[in-house]
Each structure stands twice: as structure tokens, then as C-alpha cells.
């Protein structure tokens, strides 16, 4: 079953018949789509990082009300990901964060609202790390990256992403979501066909100590932070949400909403684009 991708498909002839372009950038990783929207507001460029296994067309919906307030807006499939295309080599978390890297540096000509869920989050504070002077500002749900310090935590956190039958794609969706969506039984065969992906599973086998961000390393960012962390998120544990309560700086803001799980753009996308409309408005 491709559900997922012919979503993918589908998604993208939406978006170029709303004038949306779609193009792919060559990066030393491997080739990248990303959707290109001209908007007609003078906020800074937003860009959407989207997490593991997932694609640039889960940000969809949001797209069109951005567009009413920034200048630009783009949205990057990761290497392996959605419409781009393998990498060229085995990807692994530090490659993974050159592609995007990469198309970042070469695509912006402003500084600008970087928006990531889960992994995407992960990349998008990585990158305000080393590129400060090109991040306006950072809005992250259930951002990636805190380290799990406990070995069975760490170890029942890292199984979670092993996902080998329907009955665990299932299973997944329940921890994904507050509410598992009517469409879960669905795309089930697909969630196991695409954690089975080899560009998936190089970012998986791949994280090492190092990977992880450490203790004060993030104190030093400047620019404004907003995370969102839904209170029914079960991928990642509650201690990577402590993390960054205490290493992110003292201006970040953190929203825990209710009946909201790890993907707030899939299960309110209203809610979830008021809260990049507001920090768009912050980093302006």
C-alpha cells in the first residue's frame, strides 16, 4: 500500500495550482524538494522541517496562511524523504543536517522563522546554533535532539522507532497521536514500509552520544523560541521536555496543550498555525 505517497503526489499538485512552486536543490547529500511559496506579507521567510519518516506535505495546510504574512515561505524534504530523492550516500544524522544545511544557505536571502517537529526540530535548533546570524527566530514541536540518560528509558525511546508489523505502525500511531486518526488503520503498511526505508534507518542506526545536544550548549541562542509540546506526546520521553526546560534560554516559551500528541500540524493544523503566526510576529 502507498497511501502516504500518492499523498504526497496529490499534495503537490494542490500546492502548484495555488502557485506553489516545486523544485528540487542538488546538495553534496543528495537531491532535495522543497516547495518554494512567493507570499504577500513583509514578515521574515518561514521555513518547515518536518520529523522522521514524515514529509514536507504534512505542512500543507498551514502554508496558505502563512503566506498571508511572510514574504516567502518554504517547506524541505529531507534526503530519502517524500519527493526528494535518496541520498548518495549513507545518510546519518550529521549528513542529513549538511542537506539541509545546504539548501538553507543557498535558498534563504533573509533571516528567518525556522519551524521543526520532532527530528525537523532537532535540525532547526542545530542550525541557530551554527548559523545564528541567518534564524530570526526558532518555533519547534516536540523538538528532537535532548539526550535520554537513563539506559532502559533510552533503550525503550530508540524501540519505539523499530516499527516491523502493522501491529506496531499501530502501535506508533497510538503514541503519535492524542487520538489515533480514522485513516490510521490505512496507512499502517505504509508506516512500516517507509521506517523500513534505508535513508529512515541510517538516521536511526546513526545517532550516537555526540548527536545529542549537551548541558548549556544551547544557552547562548538569541533569538526568539517558542515550543510547543502536546501534553499526550508518548515518542518522546518527558525528560528530553525537562531538557530543554532547563538548557533552552530563559525566553523561550513552552505551550503543553491538551489533547494534543507529538504532531500538532496533523491534529489542529487552526492551532497550530496561530502558534507559528505568533512567532513569526515575535521574530519580526
Not at 498551514?62 to 515561505?73: G, I
Not at 544551547?218 to 499526550?232: R, Y
Request: glycine letters at 8%; a neutral charge.
Amino acid at each position: 500500500m502507498v497511501l502516504l505517497s500518492v499523498l504526497d503526489h496529490v499534495t503537490r499538485a494542490m500546492l502548484v495550482r495555488r502557485g506553489v512552486e516545486s523544485r528540487f536543490v542538488e546538495t553534496p547529500v543528495g537531491r532535495v524538494h522543497v516547495y518554494d511559496a512567493r507570499g504577500e506579507g513583509a514578515a521574515p521567510p518561514v521555513v518547515f522541517l518536518h520529523g522522521i519518516a514524515a514529509s514536507s506535505a504534512v505542512f500543507a495546510p498551514t502554508l496558505a496562511r502563512l503566506r498571508k504574512k511572510s514574504r516567502r515561505v518554504l517547506a524541505v524534504d529531507a534526503p530519502g524523504h517524500g519527493l526528494s530523492s535518496p541520498p548518495w550516500m549513507t545518510l546519518g544524522p550529521e549528513r542529513l543536517f549538511e542537506s539541509l544545511a545546504y539548501v538553507l544557505d543557498h535558498e534563504l536571502d533573509a533571516k528567518a522563522l525556522v519551524v521543526g517537529n520532532s527530528l525537523g526540530g532537532a535540525m532547526a535548533l542545530r542550525y541557530a546554533q551554527r548559523r545564528p546570524e541567518r534564524v530570526a527566530g526558532l518555533a519547534l514541536t516536540s523538538p528532537g535532539g535532548a539526550p535520554v540518560e537513563d539506559p532502559e528509558e533510552r533503550e525503550r525511546f530508540l524501540r519505539g522507532f523499530v516499527i516491523e508489523s502493522v501491529r506496531d505502525a499501530r502501535d506508533f500511531l497510538g503514541r503519535l497521536n492524542h487520538a489515533v486518526p480514522w485513516y490510521g488503520p490505512l496507512v499502517a503498511p505504509d508506516i512500516v514500509r517507509i521506517f523500513k526505508n534505508p535513508s529512515v534507518r541510517s538516521i536511526l542506526d546513526g545517532l550516537e552520544p555526540q548527536h545529542f545536544f549537551a548541558p548549556g550548549e544551547l544557552a547562548s541562542l538569541a533569538m526568539p523560541i517558542h515550543v510547543i509540546w502536546g501534553k499526550s506526546d508518548r515518542v518522546i520521553p518527558p525528560c528530553c521536555l525537562g531538557f530543554f526546560k532547563k538548557n533552552l534560554p530563559p525566553h523561550t516559551v513552552f505551550l503543553e496543550p491538551e489533547g494534543i500528541g507529538h504532531s500538532p500540524h496533523t491534529e489542529d493544523p487552526k492551532a497550530f498555525a496561530d502558534f507559528v503566526l505568533g512567532a513569526l510576529e515575535r521574530a519580526s
